[in-house]
Each structure stands twice: as C-alpha cells, then as structure tokens.
C-alpha cells in the first residue's frame, strides 16, 4: 500500500548541483524516518542520508555537501547534493522507515524502497 517514486537524476559534471526528490503515496502510518541509500557500478548499496522527525543522519562521505529534508505535508524527502564528484555516480535510492529504530544506516531495517534514480557525475 506504500509506494515511493524518486526523480531528479541526471548527468552533471563535477562540482554541480542535484536535487533528488522521492514521493511517498499510501498508508505510511507516519513514517519514522526517510532516507537516501546509494549503489555505486560494482559495489553494495551503502547508506547516504535520513531524516527522523527530529534529526538528520549523513554519512561521512556526503557530510557538508549533501543535505536532506522533508516536507511532511507533501509526504515527500528530498537530498540536495552539492559538489559532486565522479564518486558520487550510483543508483540512488529512497526508503521509508514506519517505527522508530536506531539502525536508520541499516538498508535492511527499511520498509518500503523506490525503483531508483541514476546520478551520473562526469569529470
């Protein structure tokens, strides 16, 4: 009943700017966190971002450069990413959490996930 469905992906060159975008449609039962998940060409899905209704979570790599938000009245989470490297080139993903749980890196303590959007950085 829950669905998510990102867009904003595309092509840009190093030190450009993206902003990703993922709806959430259907029962969410207010939805405890909403996070950003990334798999690189040849590598595990790693996690980027979430945000709780009371804090946000980065990873190292995107710490200063990446910001996440949410717009509850849309029902919608988004990931502003600034600076982009080649390195930041994967399939991005958005995920839902519905309960609360200190595991927000954890992929596999998510609910619900979306198809996927591509970033791709050039040099």
């Known amino acids: 009943q829950v669905q998510l469905v990102e867009s904003g992906g595309g092509l840009v060159h190093g030190g450009d700017s993206l902003r990703l975008s993922c709806e959430v449609s259907?029962?969410?039962?207010?939805?405890?966190?909403m996070g950003w998940f990334r798999q690189a060409p040849g590598k595990e899905r790693t996690f980027v971002a979430t945000?709780?209704?009371?804090?946000?979570y980065y990873a190292d790599s995107v710490k200063g450069r990446f910001t996440i938000s949410r717009d509850n009245a849309k029902n919608t989470v988004y990931l502003q990413m600034d600076s982009l490297s080649p390195e930041d080139t994967a399939v991005y993903y958005c995920?839902?959490?519905?309960?609360?749980?200190?595991?927000?890196?954890?992929?596999?303590?998510?609910?619900?996930w979306g198809q996927g959007t591509q970033v791709t950085v050039s040099p």
């Open positions: 995920a839902v959490e519905l309960h609360g749980s200190s595991r927000y890196y954890d992929a596999s303590h998510y609910d619900y």
């Open positions: 945000i709780t209704w009371s804090s946000t």
């Open positions: 259907g029962r969410t039962s207010s939805p405890y966190s």
